[in-house]
Protein backbone atom coordinates (compact mmCIF):
# COMPACT_ATOMS: atom_id res chain seq x y z
CA UNK A 1 0.00 0.00 0.00
CA UNK A 2 1.03 3.27 -0.59
CA UNK A 3 1.23 6.60 1.94
CA UNK A 4 2.21 10.14 1.77
CA UNK A 5 3.39 11.78 4.51
CA UNK A 6 3.30 16.01 4.64
CA UNK A 7 5.98 17.37 6.96
CA UNK A 8 4.28 20.91 8.71
CA UNK A 9 0.66 21.08 8.44
CA UNK A 10 0.66 24.87 8.57
CA UNK A 11 3.65 27.39 7.02
CA UNK A 12 4.23 30.90 6.78
CA UNK A 13 6.47 32.50 4.71
CA UNK A 14 7.09 36.16 4.10
CA UNK A 15 5.89 37.79 0.54
CA UNK A 16 8.68 37.50 -1.71
CA UNK A 17 10.11 34.41 0.21
CA UNK A 18 10.98 30.89 -0.86
CA UNK A 19 8.07 28.50 -0.07
CA UNK A 20 9.46 25.10 0.14
CA UNK A 21 6.21 22.14 0.99
CA UNK A 22 7.54 18.84 2.03
CA UNK A 23 6.27 15.69 0.69
CA UNK A 24 7.73 11.83 1.74
CA UNK A 25 5.85 8.90 0.07
CA UNK A 26 6.41 5.22 0.23
CA UNK A 27 5.18 2.73 -2.59
CA UNK A 28 6.00 -0.98 -3.44
CA UNK A 29 5.83 0.03 -7.07
CA UNK A 30 6.56 3.31 -9.22
CA UNK A 31 4.44 6.11 -8.36
CA UNK A 32 3.18 9.27 -9.92
CA UNK A 33 2.93 11.65 -7.99
CA UNK A 34 1.06 15.12 -7.53
CA UNK A 35 0.43 18.40 -5.62
CA UNK A 36 -2.75 19.80 -5.46
CA UNK A 37 -3.75 23.17 -4.30
CA UNK A 38 -6.93 23.81 -2.70
CA UNK A 39 -8.60 27.42 -1.96
CA UNK A 40 -11.07 27.84 0.62
CA UNK A 41 -14.43 26.51 0.25
CA UNK A 42 -13.42 24.77 -3.71
CA UNK A 43 -12.49 21.29 -5.02
CA UNK A 44 -8.80 20.42 -5.44
CA UNK A 45 -6.30 22.01 -8.81
CA UNK A 46 -3.66 20.21 -10.31
CA UNK A 47 -0.73 22.23 -9.68
CA UNK A 48 1.73 19.57 -11.04
CA UNK A 49 2.28 15.98 -11.80
CA UNK A 50 5.07 13.33 -12.27
CA UNK A 51 5.03 10.48 -14.34
CA UNK A 52 7.87 9.24 -15.94
CA UNK A 53 11.06 11.30 -17.62
CA UNK A 54 12.42 14.39 -16.16
CA UNK A 55 12.38 14.70 -12.52
CA UNK A 56 11.74 18.29 -12.27
CA UNK A 57 8.37 18.75 -13.03
CA UNK A 58 7.26 22.56 -13.86
CA UNK A 59 3.80 23.19 -12.72
CA UNK A 60 1.15 25.66 -12.89
CA UNK A 61 1.50 29.67 -11.00
CA UNK A 62 5.34 29.34 -11.16
CA UNK A 63 5.46 26.39 -8.71
CA UNK A 64 7.80 23.40 -9.17
CA UNK A 65 8.72 19.90 -7.70
CA UNK A 66 11.46 17.67 -8.00
CA UNK A 67 11.04 13.89 -8.00
CA UNK A 68 13.84 12.24 -5.74
CA UNK A 69 13.61 8.65 -6.11
CA UNK A 70 16.63 7.91 -3.47
CA UNK A 71 15.28 9.82 -0.67
CA UNK A 72 11.50 9.62 -1.72
CA UNK A 73 10.39 12.93 -2.00
CA UNK A 74 8.72 15.07 -3.80
CA UNK A 75 9.11 18.62 -2.58
CA UNK A 76 7.22 21.45 -3.94
CA UNK A 77 8.93 24.74 -4.13
CA UNK A 78 8.53 28.57 -5.91
CA UNK A 79 11.25 30.87 -6.12
CA UNK A 80 9.27 33.92 -4.98
CA UNK A 81 5.81 33.73 -3.00
CA UNK A 82 2.67 36.33 -3.71
CA UNK A 83 -0.54 36.65 -1.46
CA UNK A 84 -2.26 34.92 -3.75
CA UNK A 85 -0.64 31.42 -2.73
CA UNK A 86 -2.41 31.63 0.52
CA UNK A 87 -4.06 27.79 0.53
CA UNK A 88 -3.77 24.51 1.30
CA UNK A 89 -1.57 22.10 -0.80
CA UNK A 90 -2.03 18.59 -0.86
CA UNK A 91 0.39 15.99 -1.73
CA UNK A 92 -0.99 12.36 -3.76
CA UNK A 93 0.53 9.45 -4.96
CA UNK A 94 -1.14 7.42 -7.11
CA UNK A 95 -0.65 3.64 -8.32
CA UNK A 96 -2.36 0.91 -10.48
CA UNK A 97 -3.68 -1.82 -8.83
CA UNK A 98 -5.71 -3.65 -11.51
CA UNK A 99 -5.04 -0.99 -14.30
CA UNK A 100 -6.79 2.41 -12.82
CA UNK A 101 -5.89 5.15 -10.56
CA UNK A 102 -6.17 4.99 -6.57
CA UNK A 103 -5.00 8.27 -5.70
CA UNK A 104 -3.35 8.60 -1.81
CA UNK A 105 -3.41 12.16 -0.24
CA UNK A 106 -1.24 13.52 2.53
CA UNK A 107 -2.94 15.28 5.05
CA UNK A 108 -2.25 18.93 3.94
CA UNK A 109 -0.17 21.86 4.33
CA UNK A 110 -1.85 25.31 5.00
CA UNK A 111 0.33 27.91 3.81
CA UNK A 112 0.28 31.84 5.04
CA UNK A 113 1.85 34.69 2.97
CA UNK A 114 2.91 37.47 5.63
CA UNK A 115 3.12 40.56 3.76
CA UNK B 1 -17.14 23.03 -20.89
CA UNK B 2 -18.22 22.66 -17.61
CA UNK B 3 -16.64 21.30 -15.14
CA UNK B 4 -16.94 18.32 -12.37
CA UNK B 5 -20.48 19.58 -11.03
CA UNK B 6 -21.51 18.53 -7.38
CA UNK B 7 -24.61 19.29 -6.09
CA UNK B 8 -25.72 20.28 -3.29
CA UNK B 9 -23.06 22.84 -2.49
CA UNK B 10 -24.23 22.44 1.34
CA UNK B 11 -25.90 19.83 2.84
CA UNK B 12 -27.33 19.91 6.56
CA UNK B 13 -29.63 16.87 7.59
CA UNK B 14 -30.67 15.74 11.40
CA UNK B 15 -28.85 12.76 12.47
CA UNK B 16 -31.40 9.95 11.08
CA UNK B 17 -31.84 11.19 7.64
CA UNK B 18 -30.61 10.27 4.36
CA UNK B 19 -27.75 12.27 2.88
CA UNK B 20 -28.11 11.70 -0.98
CA UNK B 21 -24.69 14.04 -2.98
CA UNK B 22 -24.70 13.76 -6.65
CA UNK B 23 -21.71 14.46 -9.13
CA UNK B 24 -21.63 14.85 -12.60
CA UNK B 25 -18.68 14.42 -14.48
CA UNK B 26 -16.97 15.93 -17.37
CA UNK B 27 -18.11 15.80 -20.37
CA UNK B 28 -16.30 12.66 -21.80
CA UNK B 29 -15.23 10.97 -18.31
CA UNK B 30 -17.03 7.62 -17.08
CA UNK B 31 -14.62 7.28 -14.61
CA UNK B 32 -15.78 8.75 -11.14
CA UNK B 33 -14.43 8.89 -7.54
CA UNK B 34 -15.85 9.75 -5.00
CA UNK B 35 -13.22 11.11 -1.68
CA UNK B 36 -13.97 12.32 2.31
CA UNK B 37 -12.05 15.10 3.55
CA UNK B 38 -12.95 15.32 7.27
CA UNK B 39 -12.20 18.24 9.17
CA UNK B 40 -8.28 19.03 9.23
CA UNK B 41 -7.24 15.71 7.22
CA UNK B 42 -6.89 15.06 3.52
CA UNK B 43 -9.07 13.04 1.23
CA UNK B 44 -9.45 9.36 1.94
CA UNK B 45 -10.55 7.49 -1.31
CA UNK B 46 -14.23 6.19 -1.01
CA UNK B 47 -15.19 4.28 -4.34
CA UNK B 48 -13.94 4.40 -7.63
CA UNK B 49 -16.86 3.73 -9.93
CA UNK B 50 -17.54 3.37 -13.94
CA UNK B 51 -20.73 3.37 -15.49
CA UNK B 52 -23.46 0.91 -13.85
CA UNK B 53 -20.23 -0.58 -12.54
CA UNK B 54 -18.25 -0.11 -8.66
CA UNK B 55 -14.75 -1.31 -9.57
CA UNK B 56 -13.26 -0.52 -6.38
CA UNK B 57 -15.33 0.05 -2.76
CA UNK B 58 -12.45 -0.37 -0.23
CA UNK B 59 -12.88 3.18 1.11
CA UNK B 60 -16.38 3.13 2.01
CA UNK B 61 -17.78 2.32 5.22
CA UNK B 62 -19.42 -1.31 5.54
CA UNK B 63 -23.02 0.13 6.68
CA UNK B 64 -25.32 2.68 5.58
CA UNK B 65 -23.11 4.47 2.70
CA UNK B 66 -23.53 3.32 -0.78
CA UNK B 67 -22.91 4.43 -4.24
CA UNK B 68 -24.18 4.16 -7.63
CA UNK B 69 -23.39 5.56 -11.28
CA UNK B 70 -26.10 4.45 -13.37
CA UNK B 71 -25.83 4.49 -17.28
CA UNK B 72 -27.95 7.91 -17.24
CA UNK B 73 -27.78 10.65 -14.97
CA UNK B 74 -25.06 11.92 -12.32
CA UNK B 75 -23.56 9.40 -10.28
CA UNK B 76 -25.34 9.26 -6.37
CA UNK B 77 -23.39 8.79 -2.95
CA UNK B 78 -25.88 8.07 -0.46
CA UNK B 79 -25.38 8.14 2.88
CA UNK B 80 -28.34 6.19 5.06
CA UNK B 81 -29.36 7.20 8.84
CA UNK B 82 -26.56 9.71 9.17
CA UNK B 83 -24.71 10.57 12.27
CA UNK B 84 -22.49 13.36 13.61
CA UNK B 85 -19.49 11.63 12.54
CA UNK B 86 -20.40 12.13 8.40
CA UNK B 87 -20.18 15.61 8.63
CA UNK B 88 -17.07 16.33 6.70
CA UNK B 89 -16.21 17.63 2.77
CA UNK B 90 -17.10 15.07 -0.20
CA UNK B 91 -15.63 15.29 -3.19
CA UNK B 92 -16.38 13.78 -6.68
CA UNK B 93 -13.60 13.43 -9.10
CA UNK B 94 -13.66 12.40 -13.00
CA UNK B 95 -11.40 10.89 -15.34
CA UNK B 96 -11.67 9.78 -19.21
CA UNK B 97 -9.78 6.79 -18.33
CA UNK B 98 -8.66 4.76 -15.47
CA UNK B 99 -5.17 4.87 -15.87
CA UNK B 100 -2.80 6.73 -13.48
CA UNK B 101 -2.03 9.09 -15.72
CA UNK B 102 -5.14 10.15 -16.40
CA UNK B 103 -5.67 13.75 -14.47
CA UNK B 104 -8.06 13.06 -11.73
CA UNK B 105 -10.59 16.44 -12.43
CA UNK B 106 -12.32 17.68 -9.22
CA UNK B 107 -15.43 18.95 -8.21
CA UNK B 108 -16.26 21.73 -5.45
CA UNK B 109 -17.51 19.59 -3.15
CA UNK B 110 -20.60 18.99 -1.12
CA UNK B 111 -20.10 20.25 2.60
CA UNK B 112 -22.19 17.55 4.57
CA UNK B 113 -23.37 19.01 8.35
CA UNK B 114 -25.29 16.70 10.50
CA UNK B 115 -27.03 18.39 13.76
Known amino acids: AQSVTQLGSHVSVSEGALVLLRCNYS??????LFWYVQYPNQGLQLLLK??????LVKGINGFEAEFKKSETSFHLTKPSAHMSDAAEYFC?????????????FGTGTKLQVIP | NAGVMQNPRHLVRRRGQEARLRCSPM?????VYWYRQLPEEGLKFMVY????????ESGMPKERFSAEFPKEGPSILRIQQVVRGDSAAYFC?????????????FGPGTRLTVL
Open chain 1, 27 to 32: SSVPPY
Open chain 2, 93 to 105: ASSRLGTSYNEQF
Open chain 1, 92 to 104: AVSVSPGGYQKVT
Open chain 2, 49 to 56: LQKENIID
Open chain 2, 27 to 31: KGHSH
Open chain 1, 50 to 55: YTTGAT
